[in-house]
């Protein structure tokens, strides 16, 4: 079946730092890849969506200066969480759809990445 | 756009008993319909959708659900839990066609009691 990984999957860092997660499709081309950021014991709330060689769409409400996404290649999408502070400690996780699909309503999701802000 | 509501935010049910977990969602179009598992520290799996056909629907693990068009429900049973099922179960709906967004349920909680 079609596997996402997630890097890394636990992280720590400073306020003020930036930090950089990595989501890939391991096994097929992922012409879209999601970003989802969710808080404990909730749901998992859409940040963007990112097409392969085009800019990530946000939702509303997602600071997309913040959150930087780039969907470099059709195996490959990274979000960057920039300037961090203790309130972007989050789990984050990513998911993709097979772009060979016909009807590419089934997303595949990474592991996700903790990320906590000291 | 559409809307997904879990009414129960837990549910505990002994070994072996049945369990259902209720997903009720919104939608002014058609729509395809989901029910994902993630247990601690991990992402989503799918445990089964619906697209078209048979309103019953299979998946795995023992779990199956009913789409329900007139009542708008899409509610997930297993006729048997093992402490293995404990985890939290995420419905979810998208419109049909093209690029769609899933909206995710609030999740329940099965804790499955010895």
């Known amino acids: 079946g079609a596997v996402v990984s997630q890097h890394p999957s636990w992280v720590i860092c400073k306020s003020g730092t930036s930090v950089k997660i990595e989501c890939r499709s391991l096994?097929?081309?992922?012409?879209?890849m999601f970003w989802y950021r969710q808080f404990p014991k909730q749901s998992l709330m859409l940040m963007a969506t990112?097409?392969?060689?085009?800019?990530?769409?946000?939702e509303q409400g997602v600071e997309k200066d913040k959150f930087l996404i780039n969907h470099a290649s059709l195996t490959l999408s990274t979000l960057t969480v920039t300037s961090a502070h203790p309130e972007d400690s989050s789990f984050y996780i990513c998911?993709?759809?097979?772009?060979?699909?016909?009807?590419?309503?089934?997303?595949?999701f990474g592991p996700g990445t903790r990320l906590t802000v000291t | 756009a559409q809307s997904v509501t879990q009414l129960d935010s837990q549910v505990p049910v002994f070994e072996e008993a049945p369990v259902e977990l209720r997903c009720n969602y919104s939608s002014s179009v058609s729509v395809y319909l989901f029910w994902y598992v993630q247990y601690p520290n991990q992402g989503l799996q799918l445990l089964l959708k619906?697209?078209?056909?048979?309103?019953l629907v299979k998946g795995i693990n023992g779990f199956e659900a009913e789409f329900n068009k007139s009542q708008t429900s899409f509610h997930l049973r297993k006729p048997s839990v093992h402490i293995s099922d404990t985890a939290e179960y995420f419905c979810a709906v998208s419109g049909r066609g093209g690029y769609q967004k899933v909206t995710f349920g609030t999740g329940t909680k099965l804790q499955v009691i010895p």
């Open positions: 619906y697209l078209s056909g048979s309103t």
């Open positions: 096994d097929f081309q992922a012409t879209t």
């Open positions: 998911s993709a759809r097979d772009g060979r699909l016909g009807e590419t309503y089934e997303q595949y």
């Open positions: 990112s097409n392969e060689g085009s800019k990530a769409t946000y």
